[in-house]
């Protein structure tokens, strides 16, 4: 021993493979690596076939996360020049939920020339919404047999979840569902490969499929009437045994071990998912410090000591996201993408000829005006409904709203409204957590935008009235996942006994923090009483408009057909 | 006689003045001759100086229409050839209220040496809206004594009307006040000019003066309880003669014919309002025919039998647009300048290009775009707001909503929703009109906008029910202007007795008509209900967010200075 000792993590994202080597001791990032896949996200034509996919699907072929293994490992290796005996633990994390069937041996059904041309087969990720309708059925059904896990998810489960996508299966290619053995998660099926054992994690199975460490899943009798083929669906086709997150799911096979250069039986641990492995990694490992995982969308993690019901979150889970404690999570299914479609579709030439002579991003130069703006000037409120509302209303029908336009109103007044509602929308998460007694004392952001973007930090931070600190990596969940490689491994191989104590040394904060300025505040305050008016007007159905205007674009796009 | 006569009508404008020389027996447009004012609209500095104008000051240069008269006259008489002893009329229109004050002699003040240098002594035009403090004033003690006058005009003198004009001047410039001899409408200090004197004409005495036939001006006691000052403002600074539309105000002055070229004391008639004068010229002259000015914004003009309180139109006057009808109108203040705001701020580069590459206007490629959308699929609702509402709300403080947009939303899209909006606006506008007892049967248009966009015709016909025709002159005004000249020079002359028989002769309608499509009609019709809920919901005080809006944004500018 006495040298430095590492640790790898894969975050196996949805367009890559990213894979970082850790210095276990301070959480160095040493090396990364991206394998971009070669399939990318499948959602027209099945890959070397003239096969056309139905709308909403979203497939992925898992030969890429095996090129990714093959590829970024061997990479951090050798750029870093660590010595293979020195990496003593490796961690992964997935999208999710993002499931295949396998067969007896774990092959995924799409691998086998005989199923090869069946859509069904491949894996289906996280944004394959095709199986919306039997998430619909799924939840009425709940909903009449009084199902309390149903509670546990906002009262919805989300057609992003396992078992409208193993129902959707069943319901369109029945002879996929009784040619696989199982269905697993794509963070398990990474861990077979690597250790060539079936472990399946207890994050996608609590967040994902509606298991809880008391209860397991839901009965029988459940699955049964929604399918009688479903009845035994847990027991014929998942597996009712979870292993919680940090532990040693086994050790890495020789063929892995050749693939990548590492020593066999590298400690590996139990898979996790993006997000979840993301909260260790921006230090927070106890209750009163919400992560905030802002992208596209934002997810919103915040650890409890006790179950909680809160509406419109998207889970309760214990042990879900670190062990001992109940690990929330709410989201908003729309954030950075609202900037996007300003800056895409509602932005005039001058703005992009500007940001070009500067050599900017459209992005920069929207939030560079948008600053010189003092909170309330642009006039403007926005519902940040553009891709409908996940946390706390639960509803993908809901649609966006721009109040408060006039002849002059400009497109960086626009930009700082739509920061202003997604941050109404936090604050409202927020606050809907606290009513229902789980602290969020502070903020801590990680992801894309934060680095990004400085007005909205401090946007965020004058809305909630909290301070607001960033994680210091770019990279969470990669991070994350070698700190739980490193918690595999154990102290005794120079890693750590727990996920705290490796948050403790491994993740790190960046010195900036935002707070909230008492005069923009006190303007905020006044602002957001407004939007959450507005909210529950057109959130709670006070005024439907908005699903009459869904229903009535349905019927106009059907007749002309 | 035997040979042809002609009438001659000059349509002076914000931005320019349009002269038509117009063939009496047929309404044919023989010459045309526009002149842009070399002042324009004033709004930045005064002329030749470096004096700032105060925010919502809008002024214009009387000399401008006098060179209008000495360029344009000749120039139509020069195209068309025409002998000036053919030319049997003259007739004139203004915008309104476009006030001065002038001299003894009828000098405008700002054309005098001492005065020149004073914005107060200039020409205020129609969207001078500097007024508005003593707009909210007036309006507020017209309340408190309960004052008739305020239901003839929708429950709100205009900041842009005649009184809080005078009343500015008074507060602001109270010399100005003091050294004027007269306040006189552009429409009259025009016939002034031409005939040597002053006869003041019953359109804006009753549109913009607050003055009825039966009943004259407010009383003295009112005027006093503004400001002691103005308690004699109409003995003192106006007049209490006011002639009827149509009448022969006199004939051509010997310097008028020298600058035009046409025969001294040719029949000039009694000065007009652009968009009153328009009515005649759209062939309309009785009741049940809604005329509706259409461009930048929408003037909705109707007769009827009966003098009617109908909520929120600009104004009823008896003999106010043709004579023996009581004259409604109301108005949208922002209709072409919503779609201008969507090119001009909100309209991507590849639409620009799109357009460019096609040799198209940008409304073009988007109207075509949108023409493809059904009814409904765009799945958006606006309200048209960006302008505040004039009718039926009269609330300048309103401000634009658009409600459904997703991360699909696209330009056309927002284009169709715009369009769809004022033509909701419309709708209630003849709603309102109906239920008070005032009948719109069928739909005439003028203006630039029905020229410009058949979409937008048939989403007006689809979401009204009603059908639409659409005036065969371009330039409704001057050929209105001409018309009351043949109406002034009278039968005997070669002209007409009344305006009722110069229409029948003069004005035309378009063949095509827009009809009613019963498919797009029933969508509509469940979209309208969607609409009439939110502008109550938004514009009847249920949710002040856009006047809370309103406030926080004043608020936040005066914190910047």
């Known amino acids: 021993m006495g040298s430095k000792k590492y640790s790898i993590g894969i975050d196996f994202g949805t367009e890559s493979g990213r894979t970082v080597l850790v210095d276990v001791a301070t959480g160095e990032e040493v090396a990364t690596s991206v ?31 095996i090129e990714t293994i093959k590829v970024t490992i061997p990479a951090v ?46 894996v289906k990720i996280w944004k394959h919404h095709a199986a919306q309708p039997e998430a619909n059925r799924l939840n009425e059904i709940a909903r009449q047999r009084g199902e309390e896990f149903l509670s546990r998810y906002g009262g919805k489960i989300s057609s992003e979840w396992l078992f409208p996508k193993i129902w959707q299966i069943l319901d369109e290619a029945p002879e996929i569902y009784e040619a696989s053995d199982r269905f697993i998660e794509g963070a ?57 997150l940090g532990e040693r799911a086994g050790g890495l096979t020789r063929q892995m071990a050749e693939w990548t250069g590492l ?34 969308s934002i997810c919103h993690m915040v650890l409890g000591n006790e179950k909680k019901i809160v509406e419109g979150m998207c889970g309760v889970v214990e042990d879900g996201i670190i062990p001992g404690y109940f690990g929330f999570e709410a989201g908003q299914s729309c954030v950075g993408d609202h900037f996007a479609w300003l800056v895409e579709r509602a932005t005039p030439p001058e703005y992009h000829e500007e940001a070009k002579k500067r050599g900017w991003d459209l992005h920069q130069l929207l939030e560079e005006r948008a600053t010189k703006l003092k909170p309330g000037e642009s006039g403007l409120l926005a519902l940040d409904w553009w891709n409908g509302n996940r946390s706390i209303l639960v509803d993908v029908d809901l649609t966006g709203m721009l109040l408060g336009a006039t002849l002059a109103t400009r497109a960086e007044e626009i930009y700082r409204a739509l920061i202003e509602a997604t941050a109404y929308g936090t604050r409202i998460i927020i606050e809907t957590f606290e009513k229902s007694g ?117 019927e106009a796009l059907r007749g002309k057909r």
């Open 188 to 244: 398990d099926w990474i861990v077979l490969q690597l250790v060539g054992q079936e472990k399946r994690n207890l994050c996608t199975a609590g967040y994902k499929a509606i298991w809880e460490k008391s209860t397991g899943y839901p009965s029988d009798d459940f699955f049964a009437a929604l399918d009688p083929r479903l009845r035994h669906v847990v027991d014929d086709k998942l597996s009712r045994e979870i292993y919680p």
């Open 438 to 554: 789980v602290a969020v004392d502070e903020l801590v952001a990680c992801g894309g935008l934060p680095e990004k973007n400085k007005l909205l930090m401090q946007i965020y931070s004058d809305v909630t009235g909290r301070e607001i600190r960033v994680a210091a990596s770019s990279q969470t969940p990669a991070l994350g996942s070698a700190m739980h490689g490193a918690v595999a491994a154990g102290k005794d191989a120079g890693g750590y006994e727990s996920v705290f104590e490796a948050a403790k040394q491994m993740a790190h904060l960046k010195a900036e923090i935002y707070r909230p300025i008492p005069e923009h505040q006190a303007v905020y305050e006044r602002l957001y009483r407004e939007y959450l008016r507005l909210h529950d007007y057109f959130g709670r159905g006070e005024n439907d408009v908005m699903k009459v205007l869904k229903r009535v674009k349905v």
């Open 35 to 65: 394998y971009e896949y070669k399939d990318g996200v499948i959602d027209e034509l099945l890959p070397h076939t003239n096969i056309k996919l139905d709308p909403d699907f979203a497939l992925q072929n898992p030969a890429d996360y």
């Open 77 to 122: 290796l050798r750029e870093s020049g660590v010595d293979p005996e020195d990496v003593i633990g490796l961690g992964t994390d997935f999208t999710a939920c993002t499931m295949m069937p396998i067969d007896k041996e774990g092959t995924p059904l799409c691998m086998k020339e005989e199923w090869r041309n069946n859509p069904h087969a491949w």
């Open 263 to 296: 020593r066999e039986a590298t400690a590996v641990s139990i898979g996790n998912v993006d997000a979840h492995v993301s909260v260790p990694a921006c230090t927070v490992t106890t209750p009163g410090r919400m992560v905030m995982i802002m992208g596209t």
